[in-house]
């Protein structure tokens, strides 16, 4: 058989596989709400109402809007790694140097604040922030409990997981100020980063779709950035969470490509391994 003959059969083929990894991927996708079902507990589940298991209405880590503070991601008080060592938060000015996961520093542009006031008896939610407990992630971080909104991601094995996800009422949990009011900060740079929150890597403020608006300050920074509004920022790294998504999907075919790596829930993953480490950190 000639090379012209054999060339349509490997297309055939090249096209099988395609399909049937495409198929593949998507029964994963397809499932991924029962996987959230499971590894979400029954406590976080009721917590989010009607909200549980659709998009709340953002991409997260600053891109949420209306009683969701997404944006808003740490309480006042965290400690970030600057040039200079740990600062707390609110005493970070545009001009500051962050370090990176990289092992370098960034430019900090604007620094977003928000302050939430107590309204009822118990604060909504999606307004009270998570607590990471001191090393619970790798028995060294963070350093300090660590507080953040639901919606801000940590970086873990390469991809950012929302806060939210990873609540297992040990290490991970929602809390209740003893507060009247809730105050949140989130830092931009010129791009989306990972930054250190008492030690532990972070995501920065991810810009679009005009969510710094999110913000009481929000104008200072379309003073410093004209066409705020119109900026995009591309994801740090890929994003996962429960209600699937681009980022997600993109993470789900980085594991799909890699044929000799068995298939699994990042998620998942991510939450046996610091339920495990909370429970042995309990004997």
């Known amino acids: 058989m000639s090379s012209h003959e054999k060339h349509p059969s490997n297309l055939n ?3 099988r596989h395609f399909l049937g ?4 991927t998507g029964a994963r996708i397809a499932g991924l709400g029962v996987i959230a079902s499971s590894i979400l ?11 549980w298991g659709r998009n709340p209405g953002g991409t997260g880590g600053g891109t949420g809007g209306g009683k969701d503070p997404q944006g808003a991601c740490f309480l006042a008080g965290t ?6 060592g740990e600062v707390p938060i609110e005493d970070i000015r545009a001009g500051d140097l962050v370090r990176t996961v990289d092992g370098g520093t960034r430019l900090v542009r604007w620094v977003g604040r928000r302050a939430y006031t107590l309204t009822g008896p118990t604060w909504h939610p999606n307004i009270a922030p998570i607590r990471v407990a001191r090393h619970s992630v790798d028995g060294q971080t963070p350093h300090r409990d ?12 390469g991809a950012l997981i929302e806060a939210r996800y990873l609540v297992n009422d040990r290490s991970i949990a929602p809390t209740a100020p003893d507060a009247d009011t809730i105050e949140y900060f989130n830092i931009l740079l010129d791009t989306h980063d990972v930054i250190f929150a008492e030690g532990l890597p972070v995501e920065t403020f991810r810009m679009v779709n005009g969510n710094h608006e999110l913000f009481s300050n929000f104008a200072e920074l379309e003073q410093l950035l004209p066409s705020a509004s119109r900026v995009a920022m591309a994801s740090f790294a890929p994003r996962l969470n429960c209600y699937g998504g681009r980022d997600h ?7 799909a490509a890699h044929p000799f790596r068995s298939p699994r829930d990042p998620i998942a993953d991510a939450r ?7 429970l042995e950190a309990s004997r």
């Open 13 to 15: 083929r090249a096209r």
């Open 21 to 24: 990894l495409a198929a593949a």
């Open 41 to 51: 507990p029954s406590s976080m589940a009721h917590a989010w109402g009607r909200n």
């Open 79 to 84: 400690s970030i790694l600057t040039s200079k």
């Open 146 to 157: 660590l507080y953040i909104s639901g919606g801000h991601a940590l970086y873990l094995d």
């Open 249 to 255: 999907l993109k993470a789900l075919l980085d594991i």
């Open 272 to 278: 046996e391994r610091l339920a495990a480490r909370a």
